[in-house]
């Protein structure tokens, strides 16, 4: 795997390298054959800074920097794996579908800066020709994007490892194109090739002054236009005032002419309103009036069902006294009828008892007493 | 029907591991020394008088892409077959679209494990072990790049930690091709195993070679974890540091066995020189008594009456 940015140091022989993560560092010497004024190696693990500090102690301008970088300065949590070379702020996801053998070993914090804050740790001069290599495992598409654009443009030429897919969690496929927009805003020529093996790609962005110049340029005629617009805009919203003010003039003329007739309109009402108050003040006397004699009309109502009612029931009495006395006529009737069916019965016994009793009376008058005849009866 | 096309990095001994664990569960591919030869002299052509290890990847001509379609279509029949190549591992893709529904089980070893075997195997030559550097590197780039680009069809396993659990080998093929491959019962691998002293000196040959541990390291984190050994993903000056105690150790207990080889070579010497006089005494003493002897022979010569009585011996 070749050291990304490794063909600029020849060709383009930069001022200041400033390498981020130095997981595919493993050929030192193409860092000690350059022209390099200055190389700054910035690596977050422990023992690859060591390693790294170890094999440049002797060698002038060249700086290990034991931190990591992200998106706010602080602290993060760094996941070492069993191959240091894939160790990041971030846990691996999709890598382990290529490298399945990769293992989180160890979490240890360590110290995070910005890239805004690297830049003036490290003091960058942006009229220099300065390298920035960044493979920091998946961070670089939250940290570019993040990134701001006087960061960026601080360093003439960015290499950057990164990937299409995700394989680190949990920086998504948006921020990778947000970190390309971000690249191409901070007015760099952006190229990308894939690395022989996948998943890896590399960035190769290289900063455009003209488009820089063009961009300020076109920045400052956008103000310019924006500002003639606000002014178009301000002097068309002075004449519609103007030609509002005119209509309301216009209009204020008429609207004096109405009021007139309508204050007279008022008056004639407010003397209507006058007299139909004296006649509803007499209405409402009348009013109480009949409402008095409607109240007397009630209560004399009122006192005429009660009679009604008590008559009711009177009469109701009555008949019940009637048809008692119907029921008790009948009985009698019966009773009547009865007495008389007795009667013409005991006149019929009476007559065969009569003869019957004379003969009886005849044969036994001499044994029966004259009180006790008479108590019979 | 299913192509397992199976390489590895040279002097890893990944071959060991195919013939004990897939050749005992898969069939190999009908046309597995015809696709061998083709692969051999597809590379031979393109490489010329270059020996094997200076072979590097490279794509063969499209004029050989019909005679490996038809090679591979001929495989066609049940269950899974493999071939078996150290040469595939330069040609990758070519052997892909041979057919693209291959599948592929790529082998790498840690590149002190591959120096170290060479160095056991031959004597030693700076410029060849160089050579040999130069062959990992580029095995490993393949495979690495083969692998995170075909990563359904392919297969990244580290020979060293399947040697340490050869079985799940199975395991690792139906969960990640779903292709079956019965299992062999558990049993150590039967390959050499390095001295601490030579994979000592392999990984200092390399520590100046930046390249491989980077290769390396990315390599193990795209493999398909056999062994818990997998997971520690130490760099080459790590694992170089973890190897100097042993070494010391080996080199110390050398140095003993070394000086009393001296000590026991002075004895023998001290002996040896004992002897010489000793034999040069004997020498003396074989002289003197053979003079002694002469001269007594000569005296009994000499006196007429012992004459008698040595020929009256003789007689009787």
New interface residues.
């Given amino acids: 795997?070749r050291i990304p940015g490794t063909d600029l140091l020849t060709s383009e022989e930069p001022d200041v390298m400033v390498y981020l993560g130095t997981r595919?560092v493993?050929?030192?010497s193409v860092f000690r054959s350059g022209n390099l004024e200055k190389t700054i190696f910035v690596e977050p693990d422990p023992v690859r800074a060591a390693n790294i500090r170890r094999e440049f102690e002797d060698t002038p301008g060249v700086a290990v920097l034991e931190t990591a970088i992200a998106c706010e300065p602080g602290r993060g949590i760094l996941n070492i794996a069993?191959?240091?070379?894939?160790s990041s702020l971030l846990p691996p996801t999709g890598l382990l579908?290529?490298?399945?053998?990769?293992?989180v070993t160890e979490s240890i914090e360590v110290e995070t800066q910005t890239l805004e804050t690297l830049c003036s740790i490290l003091a960058i001069d942006w009229q220099k020709n300065n390298l920035l290599i960044i493979d920091v495992g998946g961070m670089e598409k939250e940290i570019l994007a993040h990134a701001s654009m006087a960061a960026l443009q601080n360093f003439r030429w960015i290499v950057i490892r990164s990937s299409d897919l995700d394989l680190y969690g949990p920086a998504s496929v948006k921020a990778g194109q947000n970190m390309m927009d971000t690249l191409r805003h901070a007015a760099f020529t952006v190229f990308t090739w894939r690395e022989?093996?996948?998943?890896f790609i590399q960035i190769v962005c290289i900063k455009n002054d003209f488009q820089i110049e063009n961009e300020e340029l076109q920045g400052n005629l956008k103000e310019l236009g924006r500002q003639i617009e606000q002014l178009e805009a301000r002097s068309e919203e002075q004449k519609k005032m103007i030609r509002q003010s005119e209509e309301l003039l216009r209009a204020n003329a008429g609207l004096e002419v109405r009021l007139e007739s309508l204050t007279k309109q008022k008056t004639n009402l407010e003397s209507k309103v006058q007299s139909l108050e004296t006649s509803l003040s007499k209405k409402s006397v009348e009013v109480e009036e009949m409402q008095r004699a409607v109240r007397i009309n009630n209560k004399l109502m009122l006192k005429s069902n009660t009679d009604y009612k008590d008559l009711q029931s009177q009469y109701r009495k009555a008949l019940e006294h009637q048809d008692r006395q119907h029921v008790l006529l009948c009985e009698l009737k019966e009773k009547l009828a009865e007495a008389a069916k007795f009667y013409g019965r005991l006149n019929l016994e009476d007559a065969v008892l009569e003869s019957g009793s004379l003969d009886h009376e005849r044969s036994e008058r001499g044994s029966i007493p004259d009180g006790a005849e008479s108590s019979d009866h | 029907m299913s192509n397992l096309i199976i390489t590895g990095i040279p002097y890893s001994y990944w071959c060991e591991i195919v013939l004990e664990q897939v050749g005992a569960g898969a069939q190999k591919h009908p046309r597995h020394a015809e696709l061998s030869s083709l692969c051999e002299q597809i590379c031979r052509d393109h490489h010329q008088a270059e020996d094997e290890l200076g072979w590097r990847s490279f794509v063969p001509d499209a004029a050989h892409a019909e005679q490996a379609e038809q090679l591979m279509r001929q495989g066609s029949g049940a269950g899974t077959t493999y071939w078996a190549d150290s040469n595939a591992a330069l040609n990758l893709d070519f052997w892909r679209e041979a057919d693209p529904d291959n599948f592929f089980i790529l082998f790498f070893s840690s590149p002190e494990w591959m120096l170290g075997n060479f160095i056991d195997s031959a004597l030693f030559h700076r410029i060849e072990a160089d050579r040999v550097v130069e062959a990992w590197i580029d095995r490993a780039r393949n495979f690495?790049?083969f692998a995170?680009?075909h990563?359904k069809q392919s297969l990244l396993i580290n020979v060293e930690s399947l040697g340490a659990d050869p079985a799940s080998f199975a395991t690792i093929i139906e969960s990640h091709f779903g292709l079956s491959v019965p299992a062999k019962p558990q049993q150590e691998l039967c390959y050499p195993r390095q001295s601490t002293v030579t994979r000592y000196v392999a990984s200092s040959l390399l520590l100046t070679e930046?390249?491989v541990?980077?290769?390396y390291?990315?390599l193990?984190?795209?493999?398909?974890?056999v062994h818990d050994q997998?997971?520690?993903?130490d760099?080459l000056h790590d694992r170089h540091d973890l190897l100097l105690d042993t070494f010391l150790n080996e080199v110390r207990g050398l140095r003993d066995q070394s000086e009393r080889l001296a000590e026991l070579e002075a004895e023998f010497s001290l002996k040896q020189q004992q002897v010489t006089k000793l034999l040069d005494e004997l020498e003396y003493y074989y002289t003197m008594s053979k003079k002694q002897a002469g001269m007594f022979t000569s005296y009994l010569e000499s006196e007429a009456l012992l004459r008698v009585a040595r020929w009256a011996r003789v007689i009787q």
């Fill in positions: 795997m595919l493993h050929d030192f069993n191959n240091r070379r894939f579908e290529f490298y399945p053998n990769t293992r022989n093996t996948p998943p | 690495l790049q995170l680009n990563r930046s390249r541990s980077d290769l390291d990315n193990r984190s795209a493999s398909t974890a997998d997971h520690d993903i760099n």
